[in-house]
């Protein structure tokens, strides 16, 4: 990668090979959002950038991303070869310069309009910990975890920025102890440290994304936390499946990392032991595992390090298997990995896991325990990847406080 003339820390995860996207505002001008892209420690204007160097603005010069996102694979490609060539050519300095903003300068909102939302469930050691927690002496995977990425359908509303608080949900709980159900606020609410897809590109209705085109659809990867009112969830979701346990909020992180960022981080996917039918088969293909390191903090302690690269399915598949039925995407279209667990017990990606259901907490540096989430608390998700030439490819965090049920 050419040397950008921005001046950047050493250690920075924002470099001229990362450049992912976002939106935000001033405190200048609260009410004008507009794209931006991260390069160290700044914020470049993008719109701005464009119009001072006389390039079409049209997709950079608006209040979301979605223009960009709708564009395609040509124009993305084409656009971060201008962001390229902006934060390194030193003739360009002077006009790209004045429309770089320091970060800590501005907010960062939702970067784009969520059309649907799709969690997936794709972690085989996350659904096997969950099997052995819910059906002790029994198979922990069902049947058809290993044919087909398990998902549902969430609910885009509620999508909502990092640093969002999140208000404790109300619903229907009954503990199998119970005679009848009650209601109130959930007594486990819980997080899922999760991988998000970004898509761009849509498709016609009737016709499947093939594992092929994968790249030719999804814009992004950003980070998401999938918060889980699990006593709610467990009294509704059979035999329909999650619904109010997990659509009060999402959270997703306010930077979107282009995909061309992380050619490095490409990887083959764990062996697969039961054969794919033809239209999930990766295997002679171009692998879309990705070696994503994921930090989880809670009040600021690291609890977990779940490492995306063990993840079961891939994006690719997912969304190979979520239109395989011919349903169509649109730009905005939001798909999750589902929890990101590895096989240790310090790669864990939610606390039913981490606490096993509560049977063992966990133990904070304050001498506080938690089995699941208390009001005021506050959880972080952040990750980083590989980069060219030893770098590393931030992708921001995602945030979110706990506020009393109302």
């Known amino acids: 990668m050419p040397t950008t003339w921005v001046p950047l820390p050493t250690d920075t995860v924002y470099g001229i090979d990362n450049l992912p996207y976002g939106v935000f505002a001033t405190d200048r001008e609260p009410d004008r959002p507009r794209v931006g892209v991260a390069i160290g420690d700044f914020v470049l204007d993008a719109g701005a950038a464009a119009h001072a160097v006389g390039a079409p603005a049209d ?47 501005v907010v960062l909102r939702l970067p784009f309009e969520v059309a649907d939302y799709v969690d997936f469930y794709a972690s085989e050691h996350h659904a096997s910990n969950l099997g052995r927690i819910f059906r002790p002496g029994s198979e922990p995977l069902t049947p058809n975890w290993k ?30 102890t119970d005679a009848v159900p009650s209601f109130g606020p959930t007594r486990r609410l819980d997080i899922e440290a999760e ?60 930077w979107i990392v282009p995909l061309e960022a992380l050619g490095v981080a490409r990887v083959a996917p764990p062996a697969r032991d039961v054969e794919p039918l033809p239209y999930l088969d990766d295997r002679t293909g171009e692998p879309w595992g990705l070696d994503l390191a994921l930090e989880v903090r809670l009040n600021g302690h690291l609890i977990s390090r779940p490492p995306f690269a ?39 990606g939610a606390l039913i896991e981490i606490t096993w259901n509560g049977e063992n907490p966990l133990k904070l540096p304050d001498g506080s325990t938690r089995t699941y989430l208390e009001d005021g608390d506050e959880v972080t998700i952040t990750a980083t990847a590989p980069g060219p030439n030893g770098t590393r490819i931030g992708f921001g965090e995602v945030s979110g406080r706990i506020l009393a049920a109302r």
């Open 195 to 254: 991988v998000g897809f970004v898509v761009g590109a849509g498709s016609e209705l009737g016709t499947p994304v093939g594992l092929a085109d994968f790249a030719d659809h999804v814009f992004g990867v950003c980070l998401v936390n999938d918060w889980s009112a699990r006593d709610i969830q467990a009294w509704e979701y059979v035999p329909l499946g999650p619904f109010l346990g997990k659509s009060f909020a999402t959270s997703v992180s306010p």
């Open 147 to 176: 044919h087909l990425p398990i998902g549902y359908h969430g609910r885009a509303g509620t999508v909502v920025v990092s640093h969002t608080p999140i208000v404790r949900p109300s619903g229907q709980r009954k503990a199998p």
């Open 310 to 348: 063990a993840m079961y399915w891939t994006a690719a598949q997912q969304l190979a298997h979520m239109t395989v039925n011919g349903a169509a995407l649109r730009p905005g279209d939001l798909f999750a990995s589902g929890t990101v667990s590895g096989p240790e017990a310090d790669q864990r």
């Open 59 to 105: 997709v950079l010069d608006a209040p979301s991303l979605t223009e960009l996102m709708a564009a395609g694979r040509a124009t993305w490609t084409a656009v971060r070869a201008s962001l390229t060539t902006w934060l390194t050519d030193p003739e360009l300095r002077a006009s790209i310069e004045p429309h770089l903003i320091p970060r800590r300068e």
